[in-house]
């Protein structure tokens, strides 16, 4: 984009540089008008590079303490799921739930800061999947050893994020 609005401005420099290279004028050269170069008017997108990269790098580690938190809590359920502790297991759930809101809110509050408008928006879908998670019984459900950390934690996580994946590479 740059280098369309220097070859149109260098442009209208050229045209205007040889419009007076000619010191001897007709009485009808005169009398027309000067041919005016059309200006373009193109708007430049702004340049969000820098914000987005500071605020991708403030939201990796709100990323990183979100998933400990998360995770501990996690622990905790498929811990006592395992060994048939149904209360605690739910209050482990309920308390994992917690913990995904917080990271959702903190997800939102880091990328509400950008300047980029769709930084902004990726990171409050993001912020939402973790919310629907969070209220929801089915990825909870597919925790119950383990093991199940390994074949569903990461797919989870990479859904929730997705939309961020393109802007905070």
């Known amino acids: 984009m740059r280098r369309v609005i220097l070859a149109?401005?260098?442009?209208?420099?050229?045209?205007?540089?040889?419009?007076c290279s000619n010191d001897t004028k007709t009485t009808a050269d005169a009398a027309a008008p000067a041919a005016t170069p059309a200006t373009a008017t193109t708007t430049a997108a702004p340049d969000y590079t820098a914000d987005s990269k500071k605020v991708c790098?403030?939201?990796?580690?709100?990323?990183?303490?979100?998933?400990?938190?998360?995770?501990?809590?996690l622990g905790k359920m498929i811990g006592y799921k395992e060994?048939?502790?149904?209360?605690?297991?739910?209050?482990?759930?309920?308390?994992?739930?917690?913990e995904l809101k917080n990271?959702?809110?903190?997800?939102?509050?880091a990328t509400s800061a950008a300047k980029d408008p769709k930084l902004q928006a990726a990171g409050a879908e993001a912020a939402d999947n973790l919310v629907k998670a969070a209220e929801g019984d089915a990825f909870f459900a597919k925790f119950k050893t383990e093991k199940d950390v390994d074949?569903?934690?990461?797919?989870?996580?990479?859904?929730?994020?997705?939309?961020?994946?393109?802007?905070?590479?």
């Not at 060994?83 to 917690?98: E, I, V």
């Not at 074949?151 to 590479?169: D, G, M, Q, V, Y």
């Open 103 to 109: 990271w959702a809110a903190d997800v939102k509050k």
């Open 83 to 98: 060994t048939k502790q149904t209360q605690n297991a739910a209050k482990a759930k309920k308390a994992a739930a917690t």
């Open 57 to 73: 790098d403030g939201l990796e580690k709100e990323l990183q303490k979100g998933a400990e938190a998360f995770g501990v809590e």
């Open 8 to 19: 149109v401005t260098l442009g209208g420099v050229l045209l205007s540089g040889a419009a």
């Open 151 to 169: 074949k569903h934690f990461e797919t989870e996580l990479n859904a929730w994020f997705a939309p961020l994946s393109t802007i905070c590479e």
